[in-house]
Protein backbone atom coordinates (compact mmCIF):
# COMPACT_ATOMS: atom_id res chain seq x y z
CA UNK A 1 0.00 0.00 0.00
CA UNK A 2 1.24 2.83 -0.76
CA UNK A 3 2.72 3.90 1.58
CA UNK A 4 2.99 7.21 3.41
CA UNK A 5 5.51 7.85 0.89
CA UNK A 6 7.33 6.02 0.40
CA UNK A 7 6.52 4.29 3.05
CA UNK A 8 3.80 5.00 1.81
CA UNK A 9 1.18 3.59 -0.34
CA UNK A 10 2.38 4.67 -3.96
CA UNK A 11 -0.88 7.21 -4.91
CA UNK A 12 -0.05 8.42 -1.53
CA UNK A 13 0.63 11.92 -3.21
CA UNK A 14 4.47 11.58 -2.66
CA UNK A 15 5.34 8.90 -5.79
CA UNK A 16 6.67 6.20 -4.43
CA UNK A 17 7.91 3.43 -6.72
CA UNK A 18 5.91 1.17 -4.75
CA UNK A 19 4.78 0.31 -1.12
CA UNK A 20 7.39 1.31 2.03
CA UNK A 21 7.81 -1.67 3.86
CA UNK A 22 9.56 -1.86 6.98
CA UNK A 23 12.54 -4.58 7.70
CA UNK A 24 10.55 -7.97 8.35
CA UNK A 25 13.84 -9.50 9.78
CA UNK A 26 11.81 -12.19 11.62
CA UNK A 27 11.91 -16.14 11.90
CA UNK A 28 10.53 -18.50 9.42
CA UNK A 29 6.45 -17.96 8.63
CA UNK A 30 4.53 -20.79 10.13
CA UNK A 31 3.07 -23.66 7.60
CA UNK A 32 -0.24 -24.15 9.40
CA UNK A 33 -0.95 -21.54 11.23
CA UNK A 34 0.09 -17.91 12.80
CA UNK A 35 3.22 -16.89 14.00
CA UNK A 36 1.09 -15.39 17.12
CA UNK A 37 -2.61 -15.57 18.79
CA UNK A 38 -4.78 -13.27 16.82
CA UNK A 39 -4.88 -9.41 18.49
CA UNK A 40 -7.13 -6.70 18.76
CA UNK A 41 -7.27 -4.33 15.47
CA UNK A 42 -4.66 -2.14 16.81
CA UNK A 43 -3.29 -1.81 13.13
CA UNK A 44 0.05 -0.73 11.34
CA UNK A 45 2.18 -0.74 8.48
CA UNK A 46 6.30 -2.05 8.40
CA UNK A 47 8.77 0.36 9.18
CA UNK A 48 11.65 -0.10 6.18
CA UNK A 49 14.91 -0.39 8.34
CA UNK A 50 16.89 -2.93 6.34
CA UNK A 51 19.73 -1.52 4.40
CA UNK A 52 19.21 0.06 1.25
CA UNK A 53 22.45 -1.46 0.04
CA UNK A 54 24.57 -0.20 -2.68
CA UNK A 55 25.44 -2.41 -5.54
CA UNK A 56 28.78 -4.02 -5.25
CA UNK A 57 30.51 -5.64 -8.05
CA UNK A 58 28.61 -8.49 -9.49
CA UNK A 59 29.94 -11.83 -9.05
CA UNK A 60 33.12 -12.64 -11.70
CA UNK A 61 31.47 -15.73 -13.65
CA UNK A 62 28.36 -17.65 -13.54
CA UNK A 63 27.57 -19.50 -10.14
CA UNK A 64 25.21 -22.37 -11.08
CA UNK A 65 26.14 -23.14 -14.55
CA UNK A 66 23.42 -20.34 -16.24
CA UNK A 67 25.66 -18.10 -17.06
CA UNK A 68 24.73 -15.57 -14.99
CA UNK A 69 25.89 -14.02 -11.61
CA UNK A 70 24.36 -14.03 -8.31
CA UNK A 71 22.20 -10.92 -8.74
CA UNK A 72 20.36 -12.80 -11.73
CA UNK A 73 22.08 -10.63 -14.39
CA UNK A 74 24.83 -12.01 -17.17
CA UNK A 75 27.54 -10.45 -15.38
CA UNK A 76 29.46 -7.91 -16.95
CA UNK A 77 31.98 -6.37 -13.88
CA UNK A 78 29.69 -3.30 -13.53
CA UNK A 79 30.38 -1.33 -10.20
CA UNK A 80 28.54 0.53 -8.46
CA UNK A 81 29.14 3.30 -6.29
CA UNK A 82 29.46 2.54 -2.83
CA UNK A 83 29.05 4.66 0.41
CA UNK A 84 26.33 4.77 3.05
CA UNK A 85 23.12 5.43 1.98
CA UNK A 86 22.40 8.50 4.47
CA UNK A 87 25.67 9.95 3.91
CA UNK A 88 26.50 10.40 0.40
CA UNK A 89 24.92 12.50 -2.79
CA UNK A 90 22.69 11.27 -5.22
CA UNK A 91 23.16 7.51 -5.93
CA UNK A 92 25.46 7.53 -8.90
CA UNK A 93 23.99 4.97 -11.64
CA UNK A 94 20.51 7.02 -11.16
CA UNK A 95 22.61 10.20 -11.89
CA UNK A 96 23.87 9.02 -15.02
CA UNK A 97 20.84 7.64 -16.06
CA UNK A 98 18.87 10.71 -15.22
CA UNK A 99 21.69 12.83 -17.18
CA UNK A 100 21.18 10.95 -20.13
CA UNK A 101 17.47 11.02 -19.77
CA UNK A 102 18.06 14.94 -19.88
CA UNK A 103 19.79 15.05 -23.07
CA UNK A 104 17.49 12.45 -25.21
CA UNK A 105 20.40 9.61 -25.26
CA UNK A 106 19.65 6.28 -24.97
CA UNK A 107 18.79 5.10 -21.63
CA UNK A 108 21.16 2.20 -19.81
CA UNK A 109 19.29 -0.22 -17.35
CA UNK A 110 21.55 -1.49 -14.40
CA UNK A 111 21.66 -2.14 -11.33
CA UNK A 112 17.31 -0.41 -5.15
CA UNK A 113 15.75 -1.74 -0.60
CA UNK A 114 16.84 -4.43 1.43
CA UNK A 115 13.70 -5.66 2.96
CA UNK A 116 12.72 -9.56 2.82
CA UNK A 117 10.90 -12.02 4.61
CA UNK A 118 12.76 -14.76 6.25
CA UNK A 119 13.06 -17.93 4.11
CA UNK A 120 10.47 -20.21 5.16
CA UNK A 121 11.28 -23.75 6.52
CA UNK A 122 12.07 -25.03 3.61
CA UNK A 123 15.11 -26.54 2.22
CA UNK A 124 18.07 -23.56 1.84
CA UNK A 125 16.28 -21.64 4.57
CA UNK A 126 18.39 -18.18 4.86
CA UNK A 127 19.73 -17.40 8.36
CA UNK A 128 17.46 -14.50 9.63
CA UNK A 129 20.95 -12.95 10.33
CA UNK A 130 21.61 -12.47 6.38
CA UNK A 131 18.71 -10.07 6.59
CA UNK A 132 19.01 -7.97 9.37
CA UNK A 133 19.78 -3.92 8.99
CA UNK A 134 23.05 -2.82 9.39
CA UNK A 135 25.70 -1.06 7.66
CA UNK A 136 25.47 -0.40 4.21
CA UNK A 137 25.15 -3.23 1.68
CA UNK A 138 24.36 -5.83 4.53
CA UNK A 139 21.85 -7.67 3.09
CA UNK A 140 22.09 -7.58 -0.58
CA UNK A 141 26.10 -8.46 -0.28
CA UNK A 142 25.44 -11.06 2.36
CA UNK A 143 22.90 -12.87 0.27
CA UNK A 144 25.01 -12.39 -2.48
CA UNK A 145 27.68 -13.98 -0.82
CA UNK A 146 25.94 -16.82 0.16
CA UNK A 147 24.35 -17.53 -2.97
CA UNK A 148 28.05 -17.84 -4.40
CA UNK A 149 28.18 -21.02 -1.91
CA UNK A 150 24.89 -22.32 -2.10
CA UNK A 151 23.70 -21.81 -5.66
CA UNK A 152 20.85 -23.85 -5.76
CA UNK A 153 19.10 -21.85 -2.04
CA UNK A 154 15.56 -20.97 -3.66
CA UNK A 155 14.79 -19.12 -0.62
CA UNK A 156 17.88 -17.02 -0.81
CA UNK A 157 17.04 -15.47 -4.43
CA UNK A 158 13.38 -15.08 -3.06
CA UNK A 159 15.41 -12.84 -0.58
CA UNK A 160 17.73 -11.26 -2.61
CA UNK A 161 14.73 -10.12 -5.55
CA UNK A 162 13.06 -8.69 -2.44
CA UNK A 163 15.97 -6.68 -1.50
CA UNK A 164 16.56 -5.43 -5.05
CA UNK A 165 13.30 -4.64 -5.02
CA UNK A 166 13.78 -2.55 -1.29
CA UNK A 167 16.70 -0.67 -2.64
CA UNK A 168 14.91 0.13 -5.52
CA UNK A 169 12.26 2.38 -3.64
CA UNK A 170 14.63 3.44 -1.10
CA UNK A 171 16.76 5.39 -3.20
CA UNK A 172 14.66 6.44 -6.28
CA UNK A 173 16.17 4.12 -8.80
CA UNK A 174 13.84 2.02 -10.78
CA UNK A 175 16.83 0.20 -12.90
CA UNK A 176 16.97 -2.37 -10.01
CA UNK A 177 13.67 -3.73 -10.86
CA UNK A 178 15.24 -5.97 -13.60
CA UNK A 179 17.64 -7.72 -11.57
CA UNK A 180 14.58 -8.24 -9.27
CA UNK A 181 12.67 -9.99 -11.36
CA UNK A 182 15.48 -12.21 -12.73
CA UNK A 183 16.01 -13.65 -8.78
CA UNK A 184 12.92 -14.25 -8.38
CA UNK A 185 12.84 -16.31 -11.63
CA UNK A 186 15.20 -18.28 -10.72
CA UNK A 187 14.03 -19.27 -7.15
CA UNK A 188 10.86 -20.34 -8.91
CA UNK A 189 13.20 -21.91 -11.40
CA UNK A 190 14.56 -24.24 -8.30
CA UNK A 191 11.41 -24.70 -6.05
CA UNK A 192 8.30 -24.18 -8.43
CA UNK A 193 5.66 -22.26 -6.65
CA UNK A 194 7.37 -21.26 -2.88
CA UNK A 195 5.69 -18.55 -1.33
CA UNK A 196 8.35 -16.50 -0.74
CA UNK A 197 8.88 -15.92 -4.52
CA UNK A 198 5.14 -15.30 -4.79
CA UNK A 199 5.20 -12.91 -2.13
CA UNK A 200 8.43 -11.46 -3.81
CA UNK A 201 6.84 -11.45 -7.02
CA UNK A 202 3.51 -9.40 -5.94
CA UNK A 203 6.16 -6.61 -3.81
CA UNK A 204 7.69 -6.31 -7.14
CA UNK A 205 4.41 -6.13 -9.41
CA UNK A 206 3.12 -3.81 -6.67
CA UNK A 207 6.60 -1.76 -6.93
CA UNK A 208 6.02 -1.11 -11.02
CA UNK A 209 2.33 -0.27 -10.10
CA UNK A 210 1.21 -3.27 -11.61
CA UNK A 211 -1.22 -3.87 -9.08
CA UNK A 212 -3.61 -6.70 -10.69
CA UNK A 213 -0.36 -8.56 -10.97
CA UNK A 214 0.15 -8.00 -7.47
CA UNK A 215 -3.21 -9.06 -6.62
CA UNK A 216 -2.79 -12.32 -8.89
CA UNK A 217 0.46 -13.14 -7.14
CA UNK A 218 -0.23 -12.15 -3.79
CA UNK A 219 -3.44 -14.64 -4.00
CA UNK A 220 -1.21 -17.48 -5.59
CA UNK A 221 1.64 -17.26 -2.74
CA UNK A 222 -1.37 -17.12 0.00
CA UNK A 223 -2.46 -20.41 -1.58
CA UNK A 224 0.76 -22.40 -1.00
CA UNK A 225 1.34 -20.12 2.47
CA UNK A 226 -2.07 -18.48 4.13
CA UNK A 227 0.10 -16.44 6.61
CA UNK A 228 2.78 -15.27 4.39
CA UNK A 229 2.65 -11.71 5.94
CA UNK A 230 4.80 -9.96 2.49
CA UNK A 231 1.78 -11.78 0.50
CA UNK A 232 -1.14 -10.62 2.97
CA UNK A 233 0.28 -7.01 3.00
CA UNK A 234 0.78 -7.31 -1.19
CA UNK A 235 -2.67 -8.21 -1.09
CA UNK A 236 -4.04 -5.22 0.58
CA UNK A 237 -1.70 -2.64 -1.37
CA UNK A 238 -2.96 -4.48 -4.21
CA UNK A 239 -6.85 -3.81 -3.21
CA UNK A 240 -6.09 -0.53 -2.29
CA UNK A 241 -4.45 0.60 -5.35
CA UNK A 242 -7.25 -1.07 -7.52
CA UNK A 243 -9.65 1.83 -5.85
CA UNK A 244 -11.17 -1.47 -4.20
CA UNK A 245 -11.97 -0.70 -0.99
CA UNK A 246 -14.44 -2.61 0.88
CA UNK A 247 -12.43 -5.71 -0.67
CA UNK A 248 -9.26 -3.89 0.95
CA UNK A 249 -10.80 -3.60 4.24
CA UNK A 250 -12.31 -7.00 4.17
CA UNK A 251 -8.39 -7.76 3.77
CA UNK A 252 -6.63 -5.90 5.82
CA UNK A 253 -9.16 -8.03 8.88
CA UNK A 254 -7.32 -10.63 7.35
CA UNK A 255 -3.83 -10.19 7.89
CA UNK A 256 -4.30 -8.91 11.11
CA UNK A 257 -5.97 -12.15 11.88
CA UNK A 258 -3.39 -14.37 10.61
CA UNK A 259 -0.22 -11.63 10.95
CA UNK A 260 -0.84 -9.24 13.61
CA UNK A 261 2.53 -6.71 13.32
CA UNK A 262 3.48 -3.22 11.95
CA UNK A 263 2.87 -4.15 8.22
CA UNK A 264 -0.46 -4.49 8.46
CA UNK A 265 -1.37 -2.17 11.29
CA UNK A 266 0.30 0.72 9.27
CA UNK A 267 -2.27 -0.63 6.25
CA UNK A 268 -5.21 -1.15 7.94
CA UNK A 269 -4.79 2.89 9.36
CA UNK A 270 -4.36 4.05 5.35
CA UNK A 271 -7.46 1.85 4.57
CA UNK A 272 -9.78 3.60 7.32
CA UNK A 273 -7.95 7.02 6.54
CA UNK A 274 -8.89 6.84 2.94
CA UNK A 275 -12.58 5.87 4.48
CA UNK A 276 -12.27 9.49 6.54
CA UNK A 277 -11.91 7.70 9.40
CA UNK A 278 -8.85 9.98 11.04
CA UNK A 279 -9.66 8.91 14.31
CA UNK A 280 -9.10 5.54 14.18
CA UNK A 281 -6.18 5.55 11.87
CA UNK A 282 -4.34 7.93 14.41
CA UNK A 283 -5.13 5.64 16.78
CA UNK A 284 -4.00 2.29 15.01
CA UNK A 285 -0.54 3.98 14.35
CA UNK A 286 -0.07 5.71 17.97
CA UNK A 287 -0.96 1.87 19.43
CA UNK A 288 1.26 0.77 16.74
CA UNK A 289 4.18 3.40 17.98
CA UNK A 290 3.99 2.31 20.99
CA UNK A 291 4.63 -1.08 20.78
CA UNK A 292 7.25 -0.92 17.82
CA UNK A 293 10.60 -2.27 18.07
CA UNK A 294 13.41 0.60 17.74
CA UNK A 295 13.70 -0.70 13.68
CA UNK A 296 10.39 -0.04 13.23
CA UNK A 297 9.71 3.84 15.55
CA UNK A 298 10.98 6.11 12.46
CA UNK A 299 8.48 4.26 9.65
CA UNK A 300 5.80 4.53 12.21
CA UNK A 301 6.41 7.95 13.96
CA UNK A 302 6.73 9.20 10.27
CA UNK A 303 2.94 7.59 9.44
CA UNK A 304 1.84 9.82 12.21
CA UNK A 305 3.85 12.84 11.44
CA UNK A 306 2.21 12.77 7.55
CA UNK A 307 -1.63 11.96 8.78
CA UNK A 308 -1.25 15.05 11.41
CA UNK A 309 0.22 16.89 8.50
CA UNK A 310 -2.75 16.22 6.34
CA UNK A 311 -4.74 16.84 8.93
CA UNK A 312 -3.07 20.97 9.32
CA UNK A 313 -1.61 19.98 12.65
CA UNK A 314 1.82 21.09 11.73
CA UNK A 315 2.99 20.77 15.44
CA UNK A 316 1.48 17.61 16.20
CA UNK A 317 3.77 16.57 12.47
CA UNK A 318 6.58 18.36 13.29
CA UNK A 319 7.13 16.53 16.50
CA UNK A 320 6.70 13.19 15.05
CA UNK A 321 9.18 13.91 12.38
CA UNK A 322 11.56 14.77 14.83
CA UNK A 323 10.86 11.56 17.02
CA UNK A 324 12.09 9.30 13.96
CA UNK A 325 14.65 11.17 12.84
CA UNK A 326 15.79 11.05 16.33
CA UNK A 327 15.63 7.18 15.69
CA UNK A 328 17.32 6.99 12.70
CA UNK A 329 18.80 10.61 11.52
CA UNK A 330 19.22 9.73 7.91
CA UNK A 331 15.30 8.64 7.59
CA UNK A 332 14.80 9.96 3.99
CA UNK A 333 10.92 9.71 4.57
CA UNK A 334 11.09 11.94 7.65
CA UNK A 335 12.95 14.21 6.42
CA UNK A 336 10.89 15.09 3.56
CA UNK A 337 7.63 15.04 5.96
CA UNK A 338 9.57 17.79 8.38
CA UNK A 339 10.28 19.75 4.98
CA UNK A 340 6.80 19.84 3.73
CA UNK A 341 5.59 20.78 7.94
CA UNK A 342 8.53 23.75 7.70
CA UNK A 343 7.25 25.19 4.31
CA UNK A 344 3.44 24.91 5.61
CA UNK A 345 4.72 26.54 9.23
CA UNK A 346 6.12 29.57 7.24
CA UNK A 347 9.92 28.59 7.68
CA UNK A 348 10.74 28.11 3.55
CA UNK A 349 14.46 28.31 4.09
CA UNK A 350 14.57 25.45 6.72
CA UNK A 351 11.86 23.12 4.24
CA UNK A 352 14.27 24.16 1.20
CA UNK A 353 17.33 22.45 3.21
CA UNK A 354 15.50 19.63 4.18
CA UNK A 355 14.45 18.66 0.71
CA UNK A 356 17.69 19.53 -1.47
CA UNK A 357 19.06 16.79 0.91
CA UNK A 358 15.93 14.48 0.16
CA UNK A 359 16.50 15.04 -3.48
CA UNK A 360 20.12 14.67 -3.58
CA UNK A 361 19.86 11.02 -2.53
CA UNK A 362 16.10 10.11 -3.35
CA UNK A 363 15.55 11.82 -6.41
CA UNK A 364 11.32 10.78 -6.96
CA UNK A 365 8.68 13.18 -8.38
CA UNK A 366 7.12 13.60 -5.31
CA UNK A 367 10.40 16.04 -3.97
CA UNK A 368 11.29 16.88 -7.04
CA UNK A 369 8.20 18.53 -7.68
CA UNK A 370 7.95 19.89 -4.34
CA UNK A 371 11.35 21.46 -3.93
CA UNK A 372 10.44 22.97 -7.05
CA UNK A 373 7.30 24.57 -6.30
CA UNK A 374 8.97 25.83 -2.88
CA UNK A 375 11.97 27.49 -5.72
CA UNK A 376 9.18 29.12 -6.76
CA UNK A 377 7.51 30.14 -3.85
CA UNK A 378 11.11 31.53 -2.54
CA UNK A 379 11.17 33.56 -5.70
CA UNK A 380 15.22 34.27 -4.92
CA UNK A 381 17.34 35.34 -7.75
CA UNK A 382 17.76 32.04 -10.13
CA UNK A 383 15.12 30.41 -8.18
CA UNK A 384 12.99 29.93 -11.15
CA UNK A 385 15.76 28.45 -13.11
CA UNK A 386 16.54 26.01 -10.04
CA UNK A 387 12.55 25.07 -10.16
CA UNK A 388 13.00 24.27 -13.91
CA UNK A 389 15.66 22.15 -13.04
CA UNK A 390 13.83 19.81 -10.75
CA UNK A 391 10.62 19.66 -12.99
CA UNK A 392 13.17 18.47 -16.12
CA UNK A 393 14.20 15.75 -13.24
CA UNK A 394 11.05 14.47 -12.89
CA UNK A 395 10.89 14.07 -16.68
CA UNK A 396 14.04 11.87 -16.35
CA UNK A 397 13.20 9.76 -13.65
CA UNK A 398 9.97 9.03 -15.57
CA UNK A 399 11.39 7.93 -18.41
CA UNK A 400 13.64 5.64 -16.47
CA UNK A 401 10.82 3.96 -14.57
CA UNK A 402 9.38 3.29 -17.55
CA UNK A 403 12.68 1.80 -19.23
CA UNK A 404 12.89 -0.31 -16.17
CA UNK A 405 9.03 -1.61 -16.66
CA UNK A 406 7.75 0.57 -14.21
CA UNK A 407 4.21 2.26 -14.74
CA UNK A 408 4.61 5.89 -14.78
CA UNK A 409 1.48 7.46 -15.68
CA UNK A 410 0.33 8.76 -12.69
CA UNK A 411 3.71 10.35 -11.90
CA UNK A 412 3.52 12.16 -15.46
CA UNK A 413 -0.60 12.98 -14.75
CA UNK A 414 0.22 14.57 -11.31
CA UNK A 415 3.51 16.65 -11.96
CA UNK A 416 2.90 17.39 -15.87
CA UNK A 417 -0.63 18.72 -14.94
CA UNK A 418 0.98 22.06 -13.33
CA UNK A 419 4.90 21.49 -14.23
CA UNK A 420 4.64 20.06 -17.94
CA UNK A 421 3.12 19.20 -20.87
CA UNK A 422 -0.74 19.21 -20.19
CA UNK A 423 -1.75 17.03 -23.00
CA UNK A 424 0.77 14.31 -21.90
CA UNK A 425 -0.41 14.74 -18.15
CA UNK A 426 -4.58 14.21 -19.83
CA UNK A 427 -3.19 10.99 -22.19
CA UNK A 428 -1.15 9.69 -18.99
CA UNK A 429 -4.43 10.85 -16.55
CA UNK A 430 -6.92 8.66 -19.53
CA UNK A 431 -4.13 5.66 -19.69
CA UNK A 432 -4.14 5.44 -15.43
CA UNK A 433 -8.14 5.59 -14.93
CA UNK A 434 -9.03 2.93 -17.63
CA UNK A 435 -5.72 0.87 -15.16
CA UNK A 436 -7.42 1.59 -11.87
CA UNK A 437 -10.35 3.74 -10.16
CA UNK A 438 -9.12 5.28 -7.22
CA UNK A 439 -9.72 8.51 -5.75
CA UNK A 440 -6.04 9.13 -6.58
CA UNK A 441 -6.70 8.47 -9.98
CA UNK A 442 -10.38 10.13 -10.08
CA UNK A 443 -8.29 13.24 -8.96
CA UNK A 444 -5.57 13.26 -11.49
CA UNK A 445 -7.82 12.41 -14.34
CA UNK A 446 -10.04 15.67 -13.24
CA UNK A 447 -7.01 17.93 -12.87
CA UNK A 448 -5.39 16.98 -16.23
CA UNK A 449 -9.14 17.66 -17.60
CA UNK A 450 -8.97 20.97 -16.18
CA UNK A 451 -5.83 21.94 -17.46
CA UNK A 452 -6.65 20.86 -20.77
CA UNK A 453 -9.61 23.38 -20.33
CA UNK A 454 -12.61 20.65 -19.78
CA UNK A 455 -13.63 21.73 -16.64
CA UNK A 456 -17.17 20.22 -17.37
CA UNK A 457 -15.97 17.04 -18.59
CA UNK A 458 -13.56 17.14 -15.32
CA UNK A 459 -16.15 18.08 -12.69
CA UNK A 460 -17.29 14.31 -11.93
CA UNK A 461 -14.08 13.22 -11.67
CA UNK A 462 -13.21 15.50 -8.98
CA UNK A 463 -16.20 14.69 -6.68
CA UNK A 464 -15.32 10.71 -7.19
CA UNK A 465 -12.43 12.21 -5.63
CA UNK A 466 -13.60 13.23 -2.49
CA UNK A 467 -16.77 11.17 -2.46
CA UNK A 468 -15.42 8.50 -0.06
CA UNK A 469 -14.51 11.36 2.58
CA UNK A 470 -10.75 11.19 2.37
CA UNK A 471 -9.38 14.29 3.75
CA UNK A 472 -6.99 15.64 1.21
CA UNK A 473 -6.62 19.20 0.93
CA UNK A 474 -5.11 19.17 -2.46
CA UNK A 475 -8.84 17.13 -3.71
CA UNK A 476 -10.64 19.78 -2.37
CA UNK A 477 -8.43 22.45 -3.96
CA UNK A 478 -8.93 20.96 -7.15
CA UNK A 479 -12.51 20.57 -7.01
CA UNK A 480 -13.22 23.82 -6.18
CA UNK A 481 -10.76 25.21 -8.97
CA UNK A 482 -13.03 22.81 -11.65
CA UNK A 483 -15.82 24.51 -9.80
CA UNK A 484 -14.71 28.24 -10.62
CA UNK A 485 -14.42 27.50 -14.06
CA UNK A 486 -17.95 26.10 -14.71
CA UNK A 487 -19.45 28.55 -13.15
CA UNK A 488 -20.21 26.41 -9.36
CA UNK A 489 -19.68 29.40 -7.43
CA UNK A 490 -21.13 28.70 -4.46
CA UNK A 491 -19.48 25.15 -4.25
CA UNK A 492 -16.06 26.59 -5.69
CA UNK A 493 -16.15 28.75 -2.05
CA UNK A 494 -17.11 25.80 -0.22
CA UNK A 495 -14.47 23.53 -1.29
CA UNK A 496 -11.50 26.13 -1.60
CA UNK A 497 -12.59 27.66 2.02
CA UNK A 498 -12.18 23.37 3.29
CA UNK A 499 -9.00 22.97 1.58
CA UNK A 500 -7.48 26.24 3.11
CA UNK A 501 -9.15 24.98 6.77
CA UNK A 502 -7.86 21.57 6.48
CA UNK A 503 -4.37 22.07 5.60
CA UNK A 504 -3.65 25.77 4.56
CA UNK A 505 -0.47 25.09 3.36
CA UNK A 506 -0.76 21.57 1.56
CA UNK A 507 0.77 23.36 -1.56
CA UNK A 508 2.88 26.70 -1.47
CA UNK A 509 1.72 27.56 -4.81
CA UNK A 510 -1.60 25.79 -4.83
CA UNK A 511 -2.48 27.12 -1.44
CA UNK A 512 -1.59 30.72 -2.80
CA UNK A 513 -3.83 29.75 -5.34
CA UNK A 514 -6.51 29.11 -4.00
CA UNK A 515 -6.84 32.15 -1.03
CA UNK A 516 -6.11 34.63 -4.23
CA UNK A 517 -9.59 32.56 -6.39
CA UNK A 518 -11.43 32.66 -2.55
CA UNK A 519 -10.36 37.07 -2.99
CA UNK A 520 -12.08 37.06 -6.24
CA UNK A 521 -15.31 34.96 -5.54
CA UNK A 522 -16.01 37.21 -2.58
CA UNK A 523 -14.97 40.65 -4.22
CA UNK A 524 -17.24 39.29 -7.30
CA UNK A 525 -20.77 39.06 -4.41
Same mark, same amino acid.
Given at each position: ?? =?? #?????? #????HATGPATPSENRPAEPEHGPADPPREHHREHPHDDTPAAPAEREAEGPQDGTGEGVDGAVTDGRVAATGHRRRRGPLVGLVVLLAVAMTGGALAVGAGRDGHEAAGPAGGAVAPELLAGGSPGTGITSLQALLRVRPKDHAGWAALGLAYVEEARTKGDPSRYPQAERALARSLKLAPGNDQALAGRAALAAARHDFAGALTHADQALEQNPYSERALSSRIDALVELGRYDAASEAADTADARRPGVPVF? =???????? =??? &?????? &????? +??? *???? #??????????QLAWNQGDYKAALGHFARALATDDGYLPALEGRARARA?????? *?? &??DLEDVVSRYPLPGPL &?? +?? @??? @???AAAGDRAKARNQYALVDAWIALARASGVNADLDTALAAADHGDAGAALRAARAEWARRHTVHTADALAWALHRNGRAREAHPYARQATATGYRNAAFLYHRGMIEHATGRTDAARTHLTAALKLNPGFSPLGARTARTTLKSLETAR
Open positions: MA =RR #DDPIPP #DRGHT =RYAYVREL =RGD &VTTARR &VLEQA +LAA *ASRG #DIAYVATQLGASGDLA *AA &VR &VA +LG @ELY @EAR
